[in-house]
C-alpha cells in the first residue's frame, strides 16, 4: 500500500509540474505557490479559473470562503465550457449556484496523502445534503465522483486547492440520508419520531460513534450478567470491569462471597479487595479512549477552523473502528459491511435496553433486601 501510495503521488506530482493548464506559465505558477493567499484569491490570480472565481463571487460564497479552512475541488475553465443546459439555468439562480458551489468544497485542509486512502468512501460536503466518493487506483489516479483530479495540493492561507477535470453535480446517490445507513432494519424501518438524527454525515457520524460504543459495552456488561458464574478466575473480573462492566447479580463470583449483593455494587466492593483498581480502570479507559482520540478524532484547531463548535471526527475515519481485528471478520465489500454493522447497531441497542433493566432490578433489589 505504501508503495502504490508513493507511485501515485509521484504521478500526480509531475503531472502538476509538467502541464500548465492550472497556472499557465511555469513561471507565473512559482510566484503564486510562493506567495500564499486565501482560496478566493488564489484562484482569482490563476489563468484557468475564470469562471469558477465568477461564480464564486455571483453566489456570495467568495466572502464565506475566506473565513475558516477549506478543501476547494476546482473545476477549470474548459470543464466549465461543458456544463449542461440544466446546470447552466442552475449558474443563473444564486440559491442554486450556491448549492452546487458548495458540493465541490469540504471543511478542513484534506491534502492528498489523506485523500489516497478513501477509496470507495463518501465525505461530507458543504452542501450538507450531499456526499463526494473517492475512488483511487494506480490507473485513474484520483477521482471524486466522476471527475479526474488533475492536480493537487495547490497550498493557500485557508485550505487547499485540487484541480478537477468536471464540474461536479450531486445527485440522489451523492445526497446523504440516513435511511440508507446500516441500522435500519424492520418492522420499525427508519424510525425518529422526535427528529433527532442529523441530517449531515459529519455529525451523524458523531452520533453513531456514540452509539456504537455503547451499544459494544453493554453487549459486554451483558456477558458478564448472565454468565458470571462461581469459580472463574479473578483476572477476567477485572477485564471484564475495566471496561465498564458493573451489572450482574446473579451469582457471587468470587470464591467464599468476597464481592456480593447487586452487581450494581460489585466495583465499589472490588476496589477495597484489590490495591489501586480504580486507577487501573481509569489508566485502562484513558488509554483506549486516547487513542481513539489521536486516531479519529481531529484536533481542537482544526475543528475550529471548520467552523465546528464541538469535536469532529476525521474525515477518512469510519464511525467505530478502533483499528482492532486480529482475526480478519470485518467484511470487505461495502454490502456485507453494512449487514454485519446493522446486526452489532440491533444487538447493542437490545444490551443497552437489558443493562438499564438491570441495573433497575438490581437497585430494586438491593431496596428491597435493605427495608426487609
Known sequence: ???????????????????????????????????????????SKAENFKSLSKYLSESGLANDLKKGQHTLFAPTDEAWSKISAGMKEMTNDDTKLRNLLKYHLIEGKLMSSSVLMLDQKKVSTENINADLKFTV?????????????????????????????????????????????????????????????????????????????????????????????????????????????????RYPFLVGNFITGPAIYHFQQADLLINAFTANVVGFILAVEGYNIVNGWETPSETLASGDTFAALKQNYIAGDINFDPLNLCPKSPENFKRMRTKELNNGRLAMIAVFMICVRGMSYYNFINSS
Not at 493548464?21 to 513561471?27: A, D, E, I, L
Not at 440522489?172 to 442529523?198: H, K
Not at 453513531?208 to 462461581?230: P, Q, T, W
Request: glycine share 6%.
Open 137 to 249: 487506483n494506480a490507473i485513474d489516479g484520483i477521482k471524486v465522483d466522476d471527475a479526474n483530479v488533475i492536480a493537487t495540493d495547490i497550498l493557500c492561507d485557508n485550505g487547499v486547492i485540487h484541480v478537477i477535470d468536471k464540474v461536479l453535480t450531486p445527485d440522489d446517490q451523492s445526497r446523504f440520508n440516513p435511511v440508507n445507513e446500516a441500522g435500519i432494519t424492520e418492522p420499525l424501518m427508519y424510525w425518529d419520531p422526535l427528529d433527532i438524527c442529523p441530517k449531515s454525515r459529519r455529525l451523524f457520524s458523531k452520533y453513531r460513534e456514540s452509539e456504537l460504543k455503547h451499544g459494544r459495552i453493554a453487549m459486554l456488561g451483558d456477558i458478564y450478567s448472565y454468565f458470571s458464574v462461581k469459580n472463574l478466575h479473578l483476572l477476567l473480573y477485572i477485564l471484564l470491569a475495566y471496561v465498564g462492566i458493573f451489572v450482574g447479580e
Open 1 to 43: 500500500m505504501a508503495i502504490f501510495n508513493f507511485i501515485l503521488l509521484s504521478t500526480l506530482f509531475i503531472g502538476n509540474v509538467s502541464h500548465g493548464y492550472v497556472f499557465g506559465s511555469n513561471k507565473k505558477r512559482n510566484s503564486l505557490t510562493s506567495l500564499r493567499s486565501d482560496l478566493v484569491d488564489t484562484a
